[in-house]
């Protein structure tokens, strides 16, 4: 989930990057309730064995909360390259003078018509974004 921050841009007009939590530190806020919870447990039960199978299985669904969060990042970041390269393609393919013409005839909604007429398989969303800059 994106954060919002005041300033977005940085020297030169760089972009900032959220503020990101270090991986030791991370390890260090998952280990410490795992470890107290295992030891817990094991002062309740006085067994190693169910001690050692709890912590297994905590770890293992941290491991694999870790892991679908770094898949979806990444669906993510190629999800947005990938419709910035649709629309891209799109505003090449487009009859500029044809959409500019239905715009100053009939409004804005007839430019946003005359983009999903001519690339029909562009979603409403789409010909919206591309008739903002065209």
Do not use: C
């Amino acid at each position: 989930m994106a954060r919002a921050y005041a300033n977005q841009t940085g020297p030169a007009g760089q972009v900032r990057q959220p503020p990101r939590v270090s991986r030791r530190a991370t390890l260090v806020l998952l280990a410490i309730p795992v470890l107290a919870i295992a030891a817990l447990v094991y002062l309740s039960t006085d067994d190693a064995v169910v001690t050692l199978v709890i912590v297994g299985l905590m770890v293992a669904s941290l491991v694999a909360g870790w892991a679908l969060t770094a898949r979806d990042r990444r669906r993510n970041r190629l999800g947005r390259r990938s419709r910035a390269s649709v629309v891209q393609e799109a505003r090449s393919a487009l009859d500029l003078e044809l959409v500019h013409k239905a715009r100053v005839e009939h409004g804005e909604s007839a430019g946003i018509t005359e983009i999903r007429r001519q690339l029909p398989s562009l979603t409403f969303d789409q010909a919206i974004e591309i008739h903002r800059y065209v």
